[in-house]
């Protein structure tokens, strides 16, 4: 027997109850009984993002919902800003110039976060900008952005939105859409929604609303004004991912009875617990300055390799987390705590990191992490 | 307690062992363990598609694939044909239109399949055509086009591919796609798959691989080439709907275990069961003509209310149908056979519907339908 423990930054593991409500006979999307699911998760919805405005379901990964941004939003010509803090970041680049869109990158080094003032100072050149993209917790590096701070600067500007990728940041980091005046909202479900990967999600301010009037990218699937006339009505435009949506209003409802503040309460204490773990172990967080409470990046040690730190945790102890992507492949490891998880999940991973260490050969105090994160988290 | 039955033509029941996979904890994607599940899903497909080439599994609805061959094979200012023999071959044309491709439309009069020397005269007139887009089981309608006569005709061009939407037809009707020379091939996993909607599979040839090398539609979610090259490797481009997956490769041993020479008989006695039914209570088949085996359109009897036939049908007796969409709504309705479907569950619904045609005082003899049914499935 072998139990097997998931701390990857998505998927994130899946609470029984909710999986059990997707294992049921699945029901048509063209009867009463799924709009009143679908009524539900909207309104739900609402509440997770702290707005006002509707919050679409997408029928896709995250990557889709940030394509819906891109081609609703912006026309042929326009000028944007990215901001490239990591692969997600970079991601929004690339979908901008995959639609002849022009963009302004700000290439921001790994492990840090943007420095509002760079932005602002951009905006203020002269350039007329469509819109300001960038990721809330770059789930890459472990950082997370200072949105509050940049959705002050862009609201100033009439004519740019902000939109965010908080696809780790949502239901992990307090969020106020409308009261922070993010333009567009971006998540997924497979990260603080504790679903399987298919589902995304999309909310729009008017004043994004008003852009999409006129966008004129080409789209067709990831139409919004489209999914917003369906979604109203409780439908969508396509067939929806009816069981992840059925799952979802669970979800939900454990959100709401856990309530917001608890739920970021618990992200903030868990991801203190391990930063507080890292260091008691001697090892050094890689994103010091501006830590992301859905996950925590970590530099691997010297002469340890990287890839076979993050297998043999996998292979030995059955505790599953990342390693480093793309030019961080082997320098990082990545541990996730967001969405089902608790304290003792928390010592798990600190626990199995500890032994993986000395198995590996790097000097360590067997418990000395697992020490740290007990006193915050007791 | 009230037991349910869907007769739908998507979603249709999922076999209760693919729910419980599903139900497993989930794992993560970049694993071995995921890498296998994929392996053999691929493989799975191949043999459903009856192809060589890779079948692409995509995370959206079945349009969302049908946008993918879109925007993979043409280039602003190309010109093709549409088959719009209802409304799924009406979504040809619009996702065609969303991208500024110029189209010739082939309207079919709603019930009859297209006629294959129309498509072979409009190929000879000289223009430059890069597609031919058409349905193969027009699901609005119960018609099944002949897609092995247009694949004959297309295939003599050389600049053109054809491209079906066989979404409520792969894995009901024999489609050799190799054999006939289909270009692209597209399903989703909501029908014959027997899973949750939120899964799109599209396959290519080298034909239409090579006009993706010409391609400059704009294109990031869905471009195929970057799939290609990652599902190769057992990996996505984004991260994949790992639990359909996991489903889907329950599916596929199922499927291979029937065989797919017995998977399509079982379809064709359903269907024709069914159609006697309905020729026995003195109905009339909206496609007479070129009947679909994943579905029966009939005509609403005079007298009837459409809407109230499909809604009692499922409120009283517990079975869901699907009544007519658009232009079609209150005329028809559809009952499905496709999928997880055994002769009982084509008992019952002829059962129910003899049942709601006497409640809402249509001249029926009870049992005369169901007894055509046995008859041939006996």
Chains 1, 2 share one sequence.
Not at 96 to 102: A, E, L, R
Request: proline share 5%; net charge neutral.
């Amino acid at each position: 027997m072998k139990k097997t423990y998931l701390m990857t930054p998505g998927p994130t593991p899946i609470p029984p109850s909710v999986l059990l409500s997707m294992a049921q006979p699945i029901i048509h999307h063209r009867t009463e009984e799924f709009e009143q699911v679908f009524a539900e998760v909207r309104q739900g919805l609402k509440y997770l993002f702290q707005t006002e405005a509707d919050v679409l379901s997408i029928c896709s990964s995250g990557t889709g919902a940030m394509e819906a941004a891109v081609v609703n939003l912006l026309s042929p010509g326009d000028r944007v800003i990215t901001v490239n803090g990591g692969k997600f970041g970079q991601r929004w680049t690339q979908i901008c110039q995959s639609y002849g869109v022009s963009v302004d990158e700000l290439f921001v080094k790994r492990g840090q976060p943007v420095d509002p003032d760079v932005v602002a100072s951009r905006l203020a050149n002269g350039d007329r900008y469509s819109a300001v993209f960038t990721t809330f917790s770059e789930t890459s590096t472990g950082v997370a952005h200072d949105i509050g701070a940049l959705a002050k600067i862009v609201s100033a500007y009439p004519e740019t939105v902000l939109v965010v990728d908080a696809i780790t940041a949502l239901g992990v980091i307090d969020i106020p859409m409308d009261d922070w005046r993010i333009d567009v909202l971006v998540t997924g479900s497979q990260k603080a929604l504790m679903l399987p990967p298919g589902l995304a999600f999309i909310a729009l301010s008017d004043k994004a609303w008003g852009k999409v009037e006129n966008s004129r990218l080409p789209k067709y699937y990831f139409d919004l004004k489209k999914e917003l006339k369906m979604q109203q009505k409780n439908q969508s435009a396509y067939t929806p991912a009816i069981s992840l949506l059925i799952g979802l209003r669970e979800v939900l409802k454990m959100i709401r009875e856990e309530r917001l503040e608890c739920l970021f309460l618990r992200h903030k204490t868990l991801a203190k617990a391990l930063r507080e773990a890292i260091c008691a172990l001697g090892l050094d967080l890689f994103a010091p300055t501006s830590p992301s409470d859905a996950l925590t990046a970590v530099k691997v040690p010297d002469g340890i390799d990287g890839k076979k730190l993050v297998k043999h945790m996998s292979q030995k102890y059955g505790v599953t987390i990342a390693g480093g992507q793309d030019e961080l492949k082997g320098n990082i490891f990545r541990i996730a705590h967001l969405g089902y998880l608790g304290h003792f999940d928390l010592i798990t991973a600190v626990s199995a990191l500890e032994m993986t260490l000395r198995d590996l050969g790097h000097p360590v105090t067997l418990g000395k992490g697992v020490a740290a994160a007990q006193d915050i988290l007791g």
